[in-house]
């Protein structure tokens, strides 16, 4: 069965660099993307990006340009995403999700969340 | 950027009720459209893709409908657990998401 598993709760300072990891089991992990979507406490979904795990390929939303990045690597069928310059508006679950190969569609599987709290 | 606006923002209503919940697009998404389901702590489920395909497992008392800017989801019979929060969310144009209905039991 399709799984996405993430990495644990991450507590940063502002300022500060968060990396969270999404290892997906239970299908060809090359022929779909990834999307990561955050949600604040009480907030509504907010999109951060997506990649493509055939060829690398990014779009991320224009809010976070410059300090997001997202990278996968397929030999471990991990997707991976990073914020940079943390703000306490940061302060979100962030989910990993299945998407499309080649551009975002609807997401059907999703990973369990990663709590970042940022505070200082 | 797309704006999906939900409406209600909240929903009570009782076991076998017929609930529906309407999303509106900025624009027009054709049929470019998805619906989840989201219980407290958990993540969300999808429920509906291209507006109107039920997705696998999901119960046929679940339907999507609409095309262009406006959207629905109907809940049949509403039954104990479906008491949650639903989004939509477009995808024509990257991905945004509606602010959310929560369903609570009257």
């Known amino acids: 069965q399709v799984q996405l598993v993430q990495s644990g709760a991450e507590v940063k300072k502002p300022g500060a660099s968060v990396k969270v990891s999404c290892e997906a089991s239970?299908?060809?992990?090359?022929?779909?993307?990834i999307s990561w979507v955050r949600q604040a406490p009480g907030q509504r979904l907010e999109w951060m990006g997506w990649i493509s795990a055939d060829n690398g390929n990014t779009n991320y939303a224009q809010n976070l340009q410059g300090r997001v990045s997202m990278t996968t690597g397929t030999s471990t069928s991990t997707a991976y995403m990073e914020l940079r310059s943390l703000r306490s508006d940061d302060t979100a679950v962030y989910y990993c999700a299945r998407d499309g190969r080649y551009s975002s569609g609807w997401l059907d599987y999703w990973g369990q969340g990663t709590l970042v709290s940022v505070s200082s | 950027d797309i704006q999906m606006t939900q409406s209600p923002s909240t929903l009570s209503a009782s076991v076998g009720d017929r609930v529906t919940i309407t999303c509106r697009a900025s624009?027009?998404?054709?049929?470019?459209l998805a619906w989840y389901q989201q219980k407290p702590g958990k993540a969300p489920k999808l429920l509906i893709y291209k507006a109107s395909s039920l997705e696998s497992g999901v119960p046929s008392r679940f339907s999507g409908s609409g095309s262009g800017t406006e959207f629905t989801l109907t809940i049949s019979s509403l039954q104990p657990d479906d008491f949650a929060t639903y989004y939509c969310q477009q995808y024509s144009s990257y991905l945004t998401f509606g602010g959310g209905t929560k369903v609570e039991i009257k």
């Open positions: 624009q027009s998404i054709s049929s470019w």
């Open positions: 239970g299908y060809n992990f090359t022929t779909y993307g």
